[in-house]
């Protein structure tokens, strides 16, 4: 039985799929732990709203949802009794695309956001030096160049003026663009001899091949990845800041879809777990460039959970020295959080679900099949973006992944990105067979009527980066033109034909890692401009919350567990102030949310 048990745990990270949990939970005890009733109950179960009066957990699991008469039949000496008081309980939401680790390190960064001109970037800059430990590097997040009042990055000259003899390295708010000083430069032994890499550019200064600040795409990914690592407090404080703000949006479940842009990514998840420092769900998408290192790490790590709690001795040292882990008084010490819906994909919240590969950029560097209508500062001639990698990579990895549990999310914006994916996921099919992969379409923000077919015909979801159209929107209509920027995020479209999608915050490319603002502009599609971007591709408010729940558990293959208010399903929830249902549209991105519970336990209230 002990061997049995290993086996499972230590393959959990790594060949994970919908079935991978108990379905059937022990069944409930007489009385409930807690009831909730008096308010909008919206089980988010069924294509058309539906209500319950009443809702009962019991052992972290929903255990009754009804009436309030059947609910108060399990109430027992112990029950806590919750009256909503006319505020609404819904299923918590699901972060389909964030970068909630990446997030944990920006929140010690510099904040760039709405930055109106260089000075001023530099300014904040300056601040951040004496809020930065010795040793460490310099940076800002969340600039956008094209609000800038240059209409450009900085130059390597202006971020010298931040320290001349400290590493500075800015990072716009798409996270695909930066900027670095000479200091970053010479310590990464970067130099006009350096060549581009494929899928990305340094710039040069003019009739130069001297580097003039500015990097983007691969080239910025790998001067990031060099940052000096996390460690201690610091790793701690990465984890339990980025979690305390997801909750308090509402979120059960986070992701971290690009683990691997910073060389110490891996190691301050398994701090995270190490330390048992997660209060809701973290699914992981390993960077393609660390995949394999990550699923390795991820067989080693549930290797050593399960040596922890094994009674066989003999089987504990095997395993230990076949997987090559920490020693046995290391490994004694390992706790594993265990869970109400036994879903052995998770080691103490954190599941390792996916590979994140990039196809294109932003904006401003999508990859379409046809020229921009206007070009994007300091790109001149016919210019339609430009693919990040090659064919034959992506290829590889669905000979790797399409028929394994680790799903293939990919990046894309332009239809130039969309067809390379959907050649990959054509080309996968005609040699392993149609499988219920569910491939990611991360963003999927242009995608033409027979690109939609397609996709529907191989279950692929895109993930739309919604508030987008609220702080880009009119960027995109002016580089991509009306034509294509009426069809970005043809989340209507795709609901006619019964295909899934998601709506998803890109955080830190939002500024927040808000949900119900993602569902406002699901309906209202209107940039902060006031123009309506895609009129015809708005969705009903009911539509739009499915996208962050029902639609969200379906994307990360955990429908079966998460997504709607059902019974056997985990206590997930969220407490908003109002109905999403019941006020006006436009104002839904302002409703509170009160409580975040996690597996009937409250991980976030506002107070």
Not at 181 to 194: I, P, V
Not at 306 to 331: C, F, N, S, V, W
Not at 427 to 434: C, I, L, N, Q, T
Not at 490 to 503: D, Q, V
């Amino acid at each position: 039985m002990a061997n049995t048990f290993l086996a499972s745990l230590a393959g959990a990270l790594l060949f994970s799929s919908a079935a991978a949990f108990a379905a059937d939970a022990p069944a409930p005890a007489n009385f409930a732990d807690a009831i909730y009733f008096s308010g909008d109950i919206l089980t988010m179960a069924g294509q058309e709203p539906s209500y319950a009066e009443a809702l009962a957990v019991q052992d972290g699991r929903i255990a009754f949802v009804g009436s309030k008469d059947e609910a108060m039949k399990l109430r027992g000496d112990a029950t806590t009794l919750i009256d909503l008081k006319g505020h609404t309980l819904l299923p918590g939401f699901i972060d389909t695309h964030g970068h909630m680790v990446y997030f944990g390190k920006n929140m010690i960064d510099a904040d760039l956001f709405g930055t109106p001109d260089i000075a001023e970037l530099i300014s904040r800059m300056k601040a951040q030096v004496d809020k930065t430990p010795d040793g460490a590097w310099v940076v800002g997040f969340g600039y956008l160049a094209r609000s800038l009042k240059e209409g450009r990055h900085p130059t390597v000259e202006e971020l010298d003026q931040v320290s001349a003899g400290r590493p500075v390295m800015v990072v716009d708010s798409s996270g695909h663009l930066g900027a670095g000083n000479s200091a970053l430069f010479k310590l990464l032994g970067l130099s006009a001899a350096t060549p581009d890499p494929e899928g990305g550019n340094f710039m040069r200064k003019a009739g130069s091949s001297e580097l003039a600040g500015p990097m983007e795409e691969t080239a910025l990914f790998a001067v990031r990845a060099k940052r000096p690592p996390f460690t201690g407090q610091l790793a701690d404080r990465a984890v339990t800041g980025a979690v305390e703000l997801w909750a308090s949006y509402g979120q059960t479940t986070a992701m971290e879809c690009g683990l691997g842009l910073g060389d110490d990514d891996i190691d301050i998840v398994k701090n995270a777990i190490d330390k048992n420092l997660l209060k809701i769900d973290l699914y992981i998408c390993a960077k393609d460039t660390i995949a394999n290192k990550a699923i390795e790490t991820g067989r080693a790590v549930a290797a050593e959970y399960a040596a922890a709690h094994t009674d066989d001795a003999t089987a504990r040292q095997d395993l230990i020295a076949a997987e090559g882990t920490t020693a046995p008084g290391d490994t004694a010490r390992k706790l594993l959080q265990l869970r109400p819906d036994l879903d052995k994909r998770y080691i103490n919240r954190v599941r390792l679900g996916g590979v994140k590969f990039w196809l294109d950029g932003s904006t401003d560097t999508a990859w379409f099949t046809q020229p921009y209508s206007n070009n994007p500062p300091g790109k001149t001639g016919s210019y339609s973006g430009f693919q990040q990698i090659p064919d034959e990579v992506l290829h590889e990895a669905f000979d790797q992944f399409w028929t394994s549990g680790i799903q293939i999310n990919m990046h894309m914006n332009g239809d130039a990105a969309v067809e390379q994916a959907l050649r990959a996921i054509e080309k996968a099919v005609a040699k392993y067979g149609m499988r219920d992969h569910r491939p990611v379409f991360v963003h999927g923000t242009y995608m033409r009527p027979d690109q939609i077919e397609r996709a529907r015909t191989y279950g692929a979801i895109p993930s739309y980066l919604m508030s987008s159209i609220v702080s880009g929107g009119a960027g995109a209509m002016f580089l991509w033109g009306g034509e294509r920027g009426n069809r970005v995020m043809a989340a209507n479209t795709l609901e006619s034909k019964g295909m899934p999608f998601t709506y998803s915050h890109d955080a830190p490319v939002t500024p927040k890692p808000w949900i119900l603002p993602l569902v406002d502009a699901g309906v209202n599609r209107t940039t902060a401009q006031g123009q309506v971007i895609g009129e015809k591709e708005r969705v009903s408010p009911y539509v739009a919350l499915k996208a962050v729940t029902a639609y969200a558990a379906y994307q990360i293959k955990e429908e079966k567990t998460k997504g709607t208010l059902e019974e056997g399903k985990l206590a997930d929830m969220v407490i908003l102030a109002q109905n999403p249902l019941k006020v006006d549209p436009k104002t839904i991105k302002d409703i509170k949310v009160l409580e975040t519970i996690k597996e009937g336990a409250t991980v976030f209230t506002r107070e």
